[in-house]
């Protein structure tokens, strides 16, 4: 009599599960710095959510590691469906910290072209529309005239030191990031709204 095929799944190595349950710490440590709305939003197990909050507030090594493998121990217990969850919220975290750098490096270069440049002044206002041009040129006329009185300071500066940063340059910053995100609205007084992203 044929013996009929096993048909049950095999039964992963030894290898493959320490290399799964590496995995699910892993992803339960970026867990960790997702934002709470985030995090929320999936719904974790409480007891998951207690143990993820124990580890964020542990800090020496060897305590830290006995909590991050209890972290992993429960991350193997929730569903494929919750796992992909977690990886799609990671993943659209990383890829927003990644657009929020491209846009601070991209205000960060109309700034630097706005001071070297007249000309830039015009593609900025054909590009931002309903910006306020008096005040626009304004903070690019105070920021040039500090960063020149900047340049030119015997202020001592630390070897390697970057050039200080002055108020003016932060302000223009600011009114730039008022705009940015909204070329067709009005911007706003930059001492009135602080920017969310920080110039470099």
């Known amino acids: 009599m044929p013996v009929k095929p096993d048909s049950s799944p095999p039964t992963p190595s030894k290898t493959a599960r320490k290399a799964q349950s590496a995995a699910l710490q892993d992803l339960g440590e ?4 997702l934002p709470q709305p985030l995090r929320a939003r999936l719904a974790l197990p409480e007891r998951l959510v207690d143990a993820l909050d124990m580890l964020a507030g542990i800090h020496a090594f060897g305590g830290r590691r006995r909590q991050s493998l209890y972290v992993g121990k429960l991350m193997r217990k929730l569903s494929a469906e919750q796992i992909a969850a977690i990886e799609h919220a990671v993943q659209e975290q990383h890829h927003g910290s990644a657009a929020s750098v491209l846009r601070l490096h991209a205000l960060e270069r109309w700034r630097d072209r706005l001071l070297a440049s007249d000309d830039a002044v015009t593609e900025w206002v054909a590009e931002f529309p309903r910006t306020d041009v008096q005040q626009l040129r304004a903070l690019v006329r105070q920021a040039r005239k500090d960063v020149a009185l900047d340049a030119a300071s015997d202020a001592p500066r630390q ?6 940063k002055n108020r003016s340059w932060r302000l223009l910053f600011q009114f730039l990031d008022t705009l940015y995100d909204n070329p067709a609205g009005d911007a706003t007084s930059p001492q009135e709204s602080p920017p969310p992203a920080q110039p470099g």
């Open 30 to 33: 970026q867990l960790l710095r």
């Open 159 to 164: 070897p390697g030191a970057a050039p200080r």
